[in-house]
């Protein structure tokens, strides 16, 4: 009797992004396992030398280029084409560990009960470095210690390690287009209403982390939008201010961060911009 293998739909947005995105291909290319891979990248018309990058792959992945409207449209179009019965999406500045898939695709075969999924996740700087390790251990620490509640209080799930079986969508819909940066903790709530994530605790990916980013460059409209989100989903009483109390510890300590390192370069760096940006961004996340 043959085995049918699973079969996994990965997503890659992108705009202008040649600097990093042939390494998120080959992350992701290099994935081998008990499972087959669909990869689908949604190019919103770059001008920078992705589209050289995206023909050199064209037999290994399906890629289209146009204008589109911005981030959330490519992805929810990537979601609304994926043909695989687990979904996920990987940002074209970010990059999978090796492994990943193998270790999502044992979870979601061995335990048929479980509708999605998330792991450890490192932060790296533009050259590969990895950076911000403290970071990394706390939410690893969060993450062992899951509940509803302290979901609402903190986004503590690494977008670019989540993955989840195609009905869990259906059910609970595509991406919030109203929302700019706060689409995907958006959607980790609608999956927790349903039920509770496995955690991997072990690295599935790494998040690229760079001032021009687009969460690098926002993070103070991201935590307003973050609070929005929750108070949405149920988010009220006590708890409110105890998210209110995390929000200004982590923008405290970014701008610790900020301040060390103009020191350590002798400039100084502005203070966070709090507009939204303009499609010209270049398409990064948060972790």
């Known amino acids: 009797m043959r085995v049918t293998r699973l079969r996994i739909s990965l997503i890659t ?12 291909i080959a992350s992701v290319l290099c994935q081998t396992g008990p499972f087959d891979l669909e990869y689908l990248v949604f190019d919103g018309g770059s001008e920078d030398g992705t589209l050289e990058i995206l023909h050199q792959y064209h037999d290994r992945l399906a890629w289209q280029s146009a204008r589109d409207q911005g981030q959330i449209d490519a992805i929810n179009t990537g979601l609304r084409r994926a ?13 999978l560990a090796p492994g990943a898939l193998a270790k999502v695709a044992e979870v979601f075969t061995r335990r048929p009960e479980v509708e999605w999924v998330h792991g450890r996740c490192d932060i790296i700087a533009p050259d590969d470095r990895m950076i911000r390790p403290w970071i990394s251990a706390y939410k690893h620490w969060r993450c062992g210690r899951y509940s509803y509640a302290r979901l609402l209080t903190e986004n503590f799930i690494s977008q670019m390690t989540v993955f989840w079986r195609r009905r869990l969508l259906d059910e609970t819909g595509l991406l919030d287009t109203s929302l700019s940066l706060a689409f995907d903790y958006d959607l980790w709530l609608r999956f927790g209403k349903r ?3 496995f955690y991997i605790p072990e690295r599935l990916a790494s998040f690229r982390w760079y001032e021009t980013s687009k969460s690098g460059a926002n ?3 991201q935590l307003a939008e973050d609070h929005l989100v929750a108070r949405r989903h149920g988010l009220g009483g006590w708890r409110q201010w105890r998210k209110r109390l995390q929000t200004a510890q982590r923008l405290t300590i970014y701008h610790l961060l900020r301040w060390g390192c103009a020191c350590a370069s002798g400039r100084w ?6 507009k939204r940006q303009s499609a010209s961004v270049p398409r990064g996340r948060r972790p």
């Open 195 to 197: 039920s509770d994530p």
């Open 83 to 95: 043909t695989g019965e687990v979904v996920g999406w990987l940002n074209s500045d970010d990059v």
């Open 269 to 274: 760096v502005q203070p966070v911009r709090t």
């Open 13 to 24: 947005p992108s705009y202008n992004q040649a600097q990093f995105i042939e390494r998120a």
């Open 219 to 221: 993070l103070i409209q």
